[in-house]
């Protein structure tokens, strides 16, 4: 049961990171001009909610199968992830907001949140692999 725990959890968070490197290069071609802001905050608004829900599932999934360790490393990244969701001003069109995306340097602090989680997920990758490959060997 834990290998199909680890299995599961390597392949979402596969999904993550391509989400975070799709991220970085959608506002990174925000940034060079390439594309426009309604165009890019549209694009990623649509995949907020799918990688919060994809980060929540992971982190109770480790909660419900006693992982308390790779649990307490999830929690603070699912909860920003909450946080960003509920917190958006009203008004806005979501977590992007192509009027605001380049005032008071939000361009580059959503640069920076992609890159910092496109590292956490890295090293969750491994810590999946190492703990699913840990499983298959004990069972």
Known sequence: ???VIFVFSLIDCCALIFL???FIITLSDLECDYINARACCSKL???VLPELVSHAIVAFL???SLHWFIFVLNLPVA???VYRFIMVPSGNVGVFDPTEIHNRG???SHMKEAMIKLGFHLLCFFI???SMIL???ND
């Open 79 to 81: 909860t920003w992830n």
């Open 106 to 108: 939000q361009l580059k």
């Open 128 to 130: 999946y692999l190492y």
């Open 62 to 64: 480790m909660l419900f």
């Open 20 to 22: 975070a490197v799709y």
């Open 45 to 47: 608004n649509k995949w």
């Open 135 to 137: 499983a298959l060997i």
């Open 1 to 3: 049961m834990e290998a």
